[in-house]
């Protein structure tokens, strides 16, 4: 009866003892969680308003709330903010609007595939403030300044917002509009009740698991050797003595050596929970830090298409889709003069943050030096390769294909340095690779020569520039995707627009691919010649 009895009142008192610390976990977890998510929310949109206040032409907005007649500007800021928009999760709202004294009006309202066409509203629209709005907004619409938190709006029917915003202004300085984006709270809350559950159910596990650990331990080292003595003592005290007294004295022995390895196990546990906090906290900020990374890398390429809307004699398309986080691979063009247009396609050795530090070296070596002195292409490709070679310890080398392109007459002066094969879309012949021979990789060893080549396009002639992703794209049967393929692909969407060939070929790479890997970055650059408008 009395073991019996011990075993309750252990066990009785340590569910309430673990019960009691779950509870305080489970508070400070959930007090931590919404702080935490409230913090990453808020980051994530003060930096988006901002960036997007920075983006959008307050010149263009101004005569636009004036006229509301949507001209391309109007599609290429709707178009940006609607990828944003549905890029960025959690934004339920994403809108450009001019305020006023008592009510604003709409410019744009992005939107993204499954919003409600009826809940969207249109550029022109009027929006009368609500009761609360001038306790948190209106201040900051007068005093022309962004939040620098996200507030908690009132209620308009849809829930309650967490709103962040910039204000917008033209080139005299005036705030001409301003950039809102909106959470919904009642859209986070519920992730956060999903996480507090899921720590709960773990804790009652793990507190579980524990208690009955540590009954069983009790059992053998506390309850068994105290039971034991209890018989001693009361077959002495009935005057039947069936061991020796000093037994005693090993089984205390016994018990202050359970108290050092509860101790010890406690202490094992508390480095083991402090220990896996600080990894998990470094492994999500490594996850973030990748993140921005991904973004900084995506912002340094070019990505506006048409790149050049008022030069009618070329049209040119790109795109970069990176192996992990970050890659190595990097495309660029750019206007030397009014009559040259630079075209680059590289690819750096490796994956990852070292070849994308290192793209990041290279092409702004490669722009800088052809930006200079009117350098052709070797020349530019020589310079850059003895500039990577000094302190490059980590012997990381780049393929390069740089083509300078003279606009009036479509002859192309170019130089490759290790890199894949061009393919050229002649008029009657298609799309072909036409190999020459190539130089060595930048970065290799210093006072490397690069050889030039000539060719010439003509009105309505192509050239597809890429890396191996592209030709090296691998599937469940480690089969390349190759360059016949990737010719055919070409030459079966010939007729299409510049952006049309790019995506069309990523589609015919992904269908061949299935559901294999991505192994390497994948990166292709179009450009169509269509001449000065003289050639016949």
Not at 30 to 37: A, I, S
Not at 258 to 285: C, G, H, P, Q, W
Not at 296 to 315: S, V, Y
Not at 346 to 366: C, E, N, R, Y
Request: with cysteine; net charge negative.
């Amino acid at each position: 009866m009395k073991k019996r009895g011990l075993n309750r009142k252990i066990i009785i008192n340590l569910v309430i003892l673990m019960s009691m610390m779950a509870v305080a976990i489970i508070l400070i977890s959930g007090r931590t969680l919404r702080t935490t998510y409230y913090n990453l929310y808020n980051e994530k949109a003060q930096d988006l308003v901002k960036m997007l206040s920075d983006q959008i032409d307050g010149d263009w907005a101004r005569e636009f709330s004036k006229t509301l007649e949507k001209d391309q500007k109007y599609y290429e800021t709707k178009r940006l903010l609607d990828d944003i928009k549905s890029d960025f999760r959690g934004i339920q709202y994403l809108y450009l609007q001019v305020p006023g004294e008592t009510s604003f009006m709409y410019l744009i309202d992005a939107e993204k595939p499954g919003d409600d066409p009826a809940n969207l509203s249109q550029a022109g629209d009027i929006y009368e403030y609500a009761e609360g709005d001038y306790e948190y907004f209106v201040p900051d619409i007068k005093a022309k300044k962004p939040s620098t938190e996200l507030i908690l709006g009132p209620d308009s029917g849809f829930g309650r917002p967490l709103s962040a915003w910039a204000p917008i202004f033209d080139s005299n300085g005036d705030m001409v509009a301003m950039i809102d984006a909106d959470y919904i709270l009642e859209e986070i809350d519920p992730a956060i009740y999903r996480h507090m559950l899921q720590i709960t159910l773990v804790e009652v596990l793990c507190i579980l698991l524990v208690i009955f650990l540590m009954v069983m331990v009790l059992r053998i080292l506390v309850i068994h050797p105290v039971t034991r003595l209890n018989e001693i003592v009361s077959s002495y005290e009935h005057g039947e003595l069936i061991e020796d007294i000093s037994e005693f004295d090993r089984n205390k022995d016994e018990i202050t050596s359970l108290a050092y390895s509860f101790r010890d196990m406690t202490v094992r546990i508390e480095n083991y929970i402090r220990d896996l906090t600080i990894v998990t906290a470094e492994k999500e900020r490594i996850s973030a830090e990748l993140n921005v990374a991904t973004q900084i890398q995506a912002d340094m390429l070019p990505r506006i298409f048409p790149p050049f809307p008022d030069r009618k004699e070329f049209d040119l398309y790109a795109s970069m889709n990176p192996a992990k986080e970050v890659g190595g691979d990097f495309y660029d063009y750019f206007l030397i003069d009014d009559d040259h247009l630079a075209v680059v396609m590289a690819d750096v050795s490796g994956k990852g943050v070292p070849a994308a530090l290192f793209m990041v070296i290279a092409k702004t070596l490669i722009k800088n030096r052809a930006l200079m002195n009117n350098a052709s292409p070797g020349e530019i490709l020589a310079d850059v390769n003895d500039q990577l070679c000094e302190g490059n310890d980590a012997e990381l080398f780049v393929t390069v294909w740089l083509g300078i392109l003279t606009i009036s007459t479509g002859a192309m002066v170019y130089s490759s340095a290790g890199h894949e094969y061009p393919a050229y879309f002649r008029i009657g012949r298609g799309f072909d690779l036409e190999k020459e021979k190539h130089g060595p990789p930048v970065a290799t060893m210093e006072g490397l020569h690069f050889r030039e080549h000539e060719t010439v396009l003509k009105s309505g002639e192509s050239l597809f520039l890429y890396t191996d992703g592209v030709t090296e794209a691998t599937d469940s049967n480690n089969e390349l995707f190759g360059e016949d393929r990737m010719v055919e692909s070409l030459n079966r969407h010939s007729g299409e627009n510049v952006e049309s060939i790019l995506k069309n070929v990523r589609e015919d790479i992904d269908s061949f691919v299935g559901e294999a890997p991505q192994f390497d970055d994948l990166t292709m650059l179009i450009i169509t010649y269509k001449g000065t408008g003289s050639d016949s």
